[in-house]
């Protein structure tokens, strides 16, 4: 039972335009949303986050977006640079988990020149 | 300086051959964690400890022992490996409720 779906293998950007990457989640208890970028042969890395109580968070070039109803999230990556290739990862985390975090598959975000 | 690290990075072994993976972080984390990343990329939580107590543990064949000897280390012993133990590891930590940090991964071969 995946109860955080990126239902995008893959994306294609082109240098200087914004990348949009989605996620989608099923457990109302979510309060907590994360996103990681993964490069090959390295562990996740951290990038932004997002409570529950907002609906958005800006961090430079980063932005997430939050709907909760729709249980949705989305990072938005403006302008989008060839070192941002590589693949983001959702994670959620639910009230009273500990630190437990719920993962997507990730989405392979490719920026060409 | 690195912030999670883990060894050994590749591990090739045979069935039923018994390994550990170390992890160490220097971070002054207080809760570390152990991942597993399939062949599908599914990254899904193992086990995590909190100052040397185990506070999650997943549905995790009991083969998987975690071991924490201080708060900046978390080992993880596997008895008698099976192929589909096959994934890479990651071990991970964090403080209070910020963003985990993960180390490089630990390629495991199970042949």
């Known amino acids: 039972d995946q109860q955080v779906k990126q239902n995008s293998p893959s994306l294609s950007v082109q240098e200087g335009r914004i990348s949009i990457l989605n996620c989608d989640y099923t457990?109302?208890?979510?309060?907590?949303f994360l996103w990681y970028k993964k490069y090959p042969a390295e562990g996740p890395t951290f990038l932004i986050s997002?409570?529950?109580?907002?609906d958005k968070n800006e961090d430079g070039r980063f932005t997430v977006f939050l709907n909760k109803s729709a249980k949705h999230l989305s990072l938005h990556i403006v302008p989008s640079q060839p070192g941002d290739s590589a693949v983001y990862f959702c994670?959620?985390?639910?009230?009273?988990?500990?630190?437990?975090?719920?993962f997507g598959t990730g989405t392979r975000l490719q920026v060409t020149l | 300086d690195t912030a999670v690290s883990q060894t050994p990075k590749y591990l090739v072994t045979q069935m039923g051959n018994d390994k550990s993976i170390k992890c160490e972080q220097n971070?002054?984390?207080?809760?570390m964690y152990w991942y597993k990343q399939d062949s599908k990329k599914f990254l899904k939580i193992m086990f995590s400890?909190?100052?040397?107590?185990?506070?999650i543990n997943e549905t995790v064949p009991n083969r998987f022992s975690p071991k924490s000897p201080d708060k900046a280390h978390l080992n993880l012993h596997i008895n008698s490996l099976e192929l589909g133990d096959s994934a890479v590891y990651f071990c991970?930590?964090?403080?209070?409720?910020?963003?985990?940090?993960f180390g490089p991964g630990t390629r495991l071969t199970v042949t």
């Open positions: 991970a930590s964090s403080q209070g409720t910020s963003g985990q940090h």
């Open positions: 457990n109302s208890m979510f309060d907590y």
């Open positions: 997002i409570s529950s109580i907002k």
């Open positions: 994670a959620a985390r639910a009230l009273g988990t500990a630190s437990k975090l719920t």
């Open positions: 971070l002054g984390h207080d809760t």
């Open positions: 400890y909190n100052n040397k107590e185990l506070i």
